[in-house]
C-alpha cells in the first residue's frame, strides 16, 4: 500500500494536521447497557419498599403504605412494559386467521394522528393520574372498605393502556384481506407470485425488434427484471439535474495536473484497499461537486482526495475503512480532527445528497443487456476509469461518456455494430457518441506519468486489456 504525502500538491508537513491539533481519543472499555435494568432492580424489590415505609411511619395509617406502594408498582409497570417491548419472540405469527384475534376478541383498534412520542409518556399519563382514579372509585363505592378502592386502582393501572380515545380505526385480519376482490389487483387473476413472469411486463416504449433483457433475468435471484428499467430511467432524469461543471477558474491554487495526479493516487488506493469500482467512481463526482461549491487551498486537496473515498466508502461498502486508515496512507501529514471536519464541510456543501449517478453503473447496464463478454466489459472499463483523469471531459452526461467507452471498446476490438438493442438502453445513436468516442481514444494515445490505471488493467485478472491498441488518430475526427 502507498504511504505518501502528494508532494506535486499539498506541502503538508505537520503531524498534528491542518489546525496543529493532536489526534481526538476515544474512550473504550463501557459496555452498552440497558439503563432500565438497573432500575428495575430497585424497583421491583416491592418488600424493601414497604419496609422502609413502615420503619418510617410506625404510627401512620396503614393505608400510607400501600398507596406508596401503589405508586412504586405504577412505576415498575411503565419500565417492565417497556423491556418487555424489546425482549420477546414473535413465535407463530403467520397463524393468525381468525377475525377475531387469538384470544377470540374483537379485532384490535389502532390509534390514528398521536406524534411519535414515548411510549411510556402516554402510560404515565393515565396510571399516574391517581386522583382521578380514587375519585371515581370513591364515587361508586362510598360504603365500602377503602382497600376496595385500592385494589381497583391496581387493576386499573395493570389494564391503563387499553383506553381509547376519539379517533380509532379496525385493523383488517388476513382473512378479511383475502376476501378482496380481484380488483385491487387491477383485474388480473392470473398473477402468481411464486412464478416472476406472471407479474412482468416489458417497458411499453421498446421496439419490438428489441432484445428484452430484464425478461431473461426473470428467474436470476441476483437481478432485479421488475425494476430495472425505472431505476435506469431515474438515473438518466437525474443526471440532467446535477450536472458537473468546469471549477478550476474558480480555484486559484489548483490546476488539471494536480487533479490528475490526485485521481491516480485515489485508483492506487482502491486497488489496495479493494474497494468498489463504485466507491471510486462516487468520489471522484464528490470531489468535482464540491470544488465547484467551495474554493480550497492546495494545502487540502488530498485530505478532500481521501475524505471523498471515506465518505464513498460508508455509502457503497459493506465494511469501510476506518478513519486511522485514511490518515496512515496520507502518511499521517493529517488527524483525525481534520477528516472529520472536512467530511462535515462535504457533507454540508452537497446537502448530504450523495446519490449522483455514476457511468461504472451505466456501463455494467449497457454491456450486460448487449450480452457483452466479460473482456469487452473489462476493456470498456479501462476506458472509463482512463476517463477519470481528464478534466475536460467532466461536464459530459456519465451515461453517454458509459455508452462512448463502450463503443470504443467495440472498435478496438474489431467490432463495429452498434447494434438497435444497444441504442434503445443507452439512448444513444452511434453519430451522437463518435466524437466523444474520439475524445476518450485520445486519452488511451496521450502518455501520461500517471501510470496506476495502465498497470491495474495490464495484470490477467483484468485479461491485460491494455494489449489492444486505442484507434489512430484521423485529421477528420472532428467531422466524424
Given at each position: 500500500m502507498s504511504k505518501r504525502v502528494l508532494t506535486n500538491i499539498s506541502n503538508v508537513n505537520n503531524?498534528?494536521?491542518?489546525?496543529?491539533?493532536?489526534?481526538?481519543?476515544?474512550?473504550?472499555?463501557?459496555?452498552?447497557?440497558?439503563?432500565?435494568?438497573?432500575?428495575?432492580?430497585?424497583?421491583?424489590?416491592?418488600?424493601?419498599?414497604?419496609?422502609?415505609?413502615?420503619?418510617?411511619?410506625?404510627?401512620?395509617?396503614?393505608?400510607?403504605?400501600?398507596?406508596?406502594?401503589?405508586?412504586?408498582?405504577?412505576?415498575?409497570?411503565?419500565?417492565?412494559?417497556?423491556?418487555?417491548?424489546?425482549?420477546?419472540?414473535?413465535?407463530?405469527?403467520?397463524?393468525?386467521?381468525?377475525?377475531?384475534?387469538?384470544?377470540?376478541?374483537?379485532?384490535?383498534?389502532?390509534?390514528?394522528?398521536?406524534?411519535h412520542t414515548n411510549p411510556l409518556q402516554k402510560k404515565n399519563k393515565v396510571l399516574l393520574n391517581d386522583e382521578n382514579v380514587v375519585e371515581e372509585d370513591t364515587a361508586c363505592h362510598k360504603k365500602t372498605d377503602p382497600t376496595l378502592s385500592i385494589e381497583r386502582k391496581v387493576k386499573a393501572i395493570s389494564i391503563g393502556s387499553k383506553t381509547k380515545t376519539e379517533e380509532e380505526v379496525d385493523i383488517k385480519t388476513e382473512s378479511e384481506v383475502s376476501e378482496l376482490s380481484d380488483d385491487s389487483f387491477d383485474g388480473n387473476d392470473t398473477i402468481d407470485f411464486a412464478d416472476p413472469t406472471t407479474y412482468y411486463s416489458a417497458p411499453k416504449d421498446m421496439p419490438s425488434t428489441v432484445v428484452d433483457y430484464d425478461k431473461s433475468q426473470?428467474?436470476?435471484?441476483?437481478?432485479e427484471p421488475h425494476y430495472a428499467s425505472d431505476i435506469f430511467r431515474h438515473y438518466t432524469e437525474r443526471e440532467l439535474k446535477c450536472k458537473t461543471k468546469k471549477y478550476m477558474e474558480s480555484q486559484p491554487e489548483l490546476n488539471k495536473a494536480m487533479r490528475t495526479v490526485l485521481i491516480d493516487w485515489m485508483?492506487?488506493?482502491?486497488?489496495?484497499?479493494?474497494?468498489?469500482?463504485?466507491?471510486?467512481?462516487?468520489?471522484?463526482?464528490?470531489?468535482?461537486?464540491?470544488?465547484?461549491?467551495?474554493?480550497?487551498?492546495?494545502?487540502?486537496?488530498?485530505?478532500?482526495?481521501?475524505?471523498?473515498?471515506?465518505?464513498?466508502?460508508?455509502?457503497?461498502?459493506?465494511?469501510?475503512?476506518?478513519?486511522?486508515?485514511?490518515?496512515?496512507?496520507?502518511?499521517?501529514?493529517y488527524t483525525r480532527r481534520d477528516v472529520i471536519l472536512m467530511e462535515m464541510k462535504i457533507l454540508r456543501a452537497l446537502e448530504f445528497d450523495l446519490c449522483f449517478p455514476i457511468s461504472y453503473r451505466f456501463l455494467r447496464r449497457f454491456a450486460r443487456t448487449a450480452k457483452q463478454s466479460m473482456e469487452t466489459l473489462t476493456l470498456a472499463r479501462f476506458v472509463l476509469e482512463m476517463s477519470l483523469l481528464e478534466y475536460?471531459?467532466?461536464?459530459?452526461?456519465?451515461?453517454?461518456?458509459?455508452?462512448?467507452?463502450?463503443?470504443?471498446?467495440?472498435?478496438?476490438?474489431?467490432?463495429?455494430?452498434?447494434?438497435?438493442?444497444?441504442?434503445?438502453?443507452?439512448?444513444?445513436?452511434?453519430?451522437?457518441?463518435?466524437?466523444?468516442?474520439?475524445?476518450?481514444?485520445?486519452?488511451?494515445?496521450?502518455?501520461?506519468?500517471?501510470?496506476?490505471?495502465?498497470?491495474?488493467?495490464?495484470?490477467?485478472?483484468?485479461?491485460?486489456?491494455?494489449?489492444?491498441?486505442?484507434?489512430?488518430?484521423?485529421?477528420?475526427?472532428?467531422?466524424?
Open positions: 503531524n498534528n494536521g491542518l489546525n496543529g491539533n493532536k489526534a481526538v481519543k476515544r474512550t473504550l472499555g463501557l459496555s452498552h447497557t440497558n439503563p432500565l435494568q438497573k432500575k428495575n432492580k430497585v424497583l421491583l424489590n416491592d418488600e424493601n419498599v414497604v419496609e422502609e415505609d413502615t420503619a418510617c411511619h410506625k404510627k401512620t395509617d396503614p393505608t400510607l403504605s400501600i398507596e406508596r406502594k401503589v405508586k412504586a408498582i405504577s412505576i415498575v409497570t411503565c419500565f417492565s412494559s417497556a423491556e418487555m417491548m424489546s425482549k420477546r419472540v414473535l413465535t407463530n405469527i403467520s397463524n393468525v386467521n381468525n377475525n377475531n384475534g387469538l384470544n377470540g376478541n374483537k379485532a384490535v383498534k389502532r390509534t390514528l394522528g398521536l406524534s426473470l428467474q436470476n435471484i441476483d437481478s485508483v492506487e488506493i482502491q486497488e489496495s484497499f479493494e474497494l468498489n469500482h463504485e466507491t471510486l467512481y462516487l468520489a471522484v463526482k464528490l470531489i468535482d461537486q464540491y470544488l465547484m461549491r467551495e474554493p480550497i487551498s492546495k494545502a487540502q486537496f488530498q485530505l478532500i482526495g481521501a475524505t471523498t473515498l471515506l465518505i464513498a466508502a460508508k455509502f457503497d461498502e459493506r465494511i469501510p475503512p476506518a478513519i486511522e486508515d485514511f490518515i496512515y496512507i496520507c502518511d499521517d501529514a475536460e471531459i467532466i461536464e459530459e452526461a456519465d451515461s453517454r461518456v458509459a455508452a462512448a467507452a463502450l463503443l470504443l471498446a467495440l472498435r478496438m476490438m474489431g467490432e463495429h455494430n452498434w447494434t438497435e438493442t444497444l441504442e434503445y438502453y443507452t439512448g444513444y445513436k452511434e453519430s451522437e457518441l463518435t466524437i466523444l468516442m474520439y475524445r476518450l481514444n485520445e486519452i488511451l494515445l496521450t502518455q501520461t506519468k500517471a501510470k496506476t490505471i495502465r498497470n491495474k488493467y495490464s495484470h490477467s485478472i483484468f485479461f491485460s486489456v491494455t494489449k489492444y491498441a486505442p484507434l489512430p488518430r484521423i485529421k477528420h475526427q472532428n467531422s466524424s
